[in-house]
């Protein structure tokens, strides 16, 4: 198939590899400068460029202005488009500029997925993703084969943004259960047990989670290079909020965990590793979680 990706970054890199891997044709842009493991690919000069020469075309970028403006920009993927074509934003986005960017797409004859993603850079790598699509049962059918070349649990949640909608649900839950082994690691150091120690027996037990295995780890051995980075969920759980209030949804939790984020964020900590939330509690105590 020729595939078009545009954004390729520490996700969007190893998916269009996975693709290229298996034998389609894949015409791809970036702001940078693009990866050496994706050299056999052609790369196009502008989006509307990618959008002409693929049939199916993958969005995977940081934000909803982004996608906005690769879409619907100067030289956007929309003037390349034709009647037919497929445009897959993978990026995590607002649910309700979501609805709004598939109706302009369909417009012009083409249909469109939301399918946000999560699995961070490790998901990305091993093709583990889990995929949240939002769109039309049809569409969907046609890109599932691509879809399972980089991700694992795939579901079609619903109509267009309901992909998003899922997506942000799921940061609300990471975001808290980063915090929860946070607060738990720190206590567990403070009154002067190990960590790791500690980690450990929990894993054997009901508080036993994903995040307590890889980021629980990461907080202890203090490895935040990021395989997602704190301003990116910061900017997730600001999508979390502001849709709670256009409702009339109120979301404590949600608002205390993207205030940690503020926090890291204020002190320079946006581009390390969301596990790095640690950090900002351990500020208010002036106490590390280890050495």
Request: charged residues 15%.
């Amino acid at each position: 198939m020729k595939i078009g990706f545009i954004g390729l970054g520490i996700m969007g890199t190893p998916m269009a590899q996975h693709l290229l891997n298996a034998q389609h044709d894949l015409y791809v842009r970036t702001r940078s400068q693009v990866p050496a493991v994706l050299s056999a690919a052609t790369v196009c000069a502008t989006n509307a460029d990618v959008a002409r020469a693929a049939d199916i075309i993958f969005l995977m970028l940081p934000d909803t202005p982004d996608v906005q403006s690769v879409l619907f920009g100067s030289e956007g993927v929309s003037e390349g488009l034709t009647a037919g074509k497929i445009v897959v934003d993978m990026s995590s986005i607002s649910p309700m500029d979501t609805k709004q960017f598939a109706q302009q797409i369909n417009a012009l004859g083409c249909e469109y997925l939301d399918a946000p993603v999560s699995g961070g850079e490790v998901g990305a790598k091993a093709a583990s993703l889990t995929i949240m699509v939002g769109g039309a049962q049809a569409t969907f059918d046609k890109v599932k084969p691509l879809f399972e070349l980089m991700g694992k649990n795939i579901t079609l949640v619903g109509g267009n943004g309901d992909g998003q909608t899922t997506k942000v649900a799921n940061q609300i839950i990471v975001a808290l259960n980063i915090a929860a082994v946070g607060e738990a690691l720190l206590f567990a150091s403070k009154a002067g047990a190990d960590p790791a120690k500690v980690r450990s027996a929990l894993m054997g037990g009901f508080a036993a989670s994903r995040i307590l295995e890889v980021h629980g780890e990461r907080m202890i051995k203090r490895t935040f290079d990021p395989g997602f980075r704190i301003a990116l969920h910061q900017k997730d759980l600001g999508l979390a909020l502001n849709g709670a209030k256009t409702m009339g949804v109120s979301l404590p939790q949600t608002a205390s965990a993207a205030q940690l984020m503020q926090a890291c964020a204020a002190n320079g900590w946006g581009q390390m590793d969301h596990s790095a939330l640690v950090k900002a509690l351990e500020l208010m105590a002036a106490h590390q979680v280890s050495q």
